[in-house]
């Protein structure tokens, strides 16, 4: 059983890993966030259909589920969107820092979600990641669109995990992903076609876009999505909350080492990202301990 826990552990840091290594392949993709997003959930659709005969899971799931399941998909999927838009109008490590609030919010608004009261440290804390989000946004003003868009793919990056939380022992975590990845990829088609984006410029693509997107889409999607939830099964909430806060630190890291954004990032950045990144993990560690 340790043993189970141990590798479930390692395997999920590499996904957490994997999901900070999106935000440099969102940078380096060239065609809109709109589009990237797109062909994303498409080559991730694609992957789990193909291997649907190998895995021989069952795709019948009750009408209410599938109509749930879809809905989430429409969140994560603008999520992606508003994410690698602000990816786009500021950089990697603004948008991850940003980003850093997601895991605080979800803990915050939780209560308010499954009407339990509200604890006073999860205030203070709270005030902790509006003076870090404060400096940041105050320093890196220039960045000022790109942070609105890190705020708004928080927000349905929050609403996608509390309303997904409900449903991921309702289903396997095969069809789960297939079902909100399927909804991902509708939504946005239609988004697509109603703006006149739909076009043969959709599908021409510069340089190496189309490698970058197939990575994006089975490695860092088709895979990282399904196994995420498998590997969560054996760990527990403090693991989780730990392993899960480390995606920032290690997109910031890869973003210094791939796109040399260290030089262009002052110390009051770090100092507001330290704050937020302190507050997510005093939350996490203090709300285990009230358990």
């Known amino acids: 059983m340790q043993k189970n ?3 479930s552990l390692i395997h999920f840091h590499f996904i957490v890993f994997i999901f900070g290594f999106t935000a440099i392949l969102g940078s380096l993709i060239s065609i809109s966030s709109l589009s990237l ?15 649907l005969p190998l895995l021989k899971k069952k795709l019948i799931i009750p009408k ?11 969140l994560i999927s603008l999520h992606w969107v508003f994410f690698f838009k602000a990816i786009k ?20 608004l939780e209560p308010l979600f499954y009407k339990k009261k ?8 709270g005030l902790l990641v509006v003076l870090g989000t404060a400096i ?12 609105i868009y890190s705020l708004i793919s928080v927000i349905f990056s929050v609403l996608f995990t509390l309303i997904n939380g409900k449903l991921v022992g309702q289903a396997s975590s095969y069809t789960i992903s297939l079902y909100e990845l399927l909804g991902g990829f509708i939504t946005l088609s239609f988004i697509l076609i109603l703006s006149n984006d739909f076009n043969t410029e959709l599908f021409v693509l510069k340089n190496n876009d ?12 088709a895979y990282a999505f399904v196994v995420s939830v498998d590997v969560m099964k054996h760990l527990s909430p403090y693991s989780l909350m730990l392993s899960i806060n480390m995606e920032p630190i290690y997109g910031i890291l ?23 990144f302190l507050a997510v993990i005093l939350n996490g560690i203090l709300k285990i301990r009230q358990k």
Do not use: P
Not at 118 to 125: A, D, Q, W
Not at 136 to 147: H, N
Not at 254 to 276: C, D, P, R, T, V
């Open 5 to 7: 826990k141990i590798k």
């Open 37 to 51: 997003v797109w062909y994303r959930m498409l080559i991730a659709v694609m992957c789990l259909l193909i291997i």
């Open 254 to 276: 890869l973003a210094s080492l791939f796109l040399n954004e260290s030089k262009n990032m002052s110390y009051q950045f770090y100092m507001g990202f330290s704050f937020i």
């Open 136 to 147: 940041i946004f105050k320093t890196q003003f220039k960045y000022v669109e790109g942070i």
């Open 118 to 125: 509200i604890i006073l440290y999860e205030v203070f804390l």
């Open 64 to 74: 209410s589920l599938f109509f749930k399941l879809l809905f989430c998909g429409i």
């Open 210 to 221: 189309f490698l970058w997107l197939l990575i994006l889409g089975t490695i860092c999607t």
């Open 89 to 108: 109008a500021s950089n990697v490590s603004i948008t991850l820092s940003i980003l850093s609030l997601g895991a605080f919010m979800t803990s915050f």
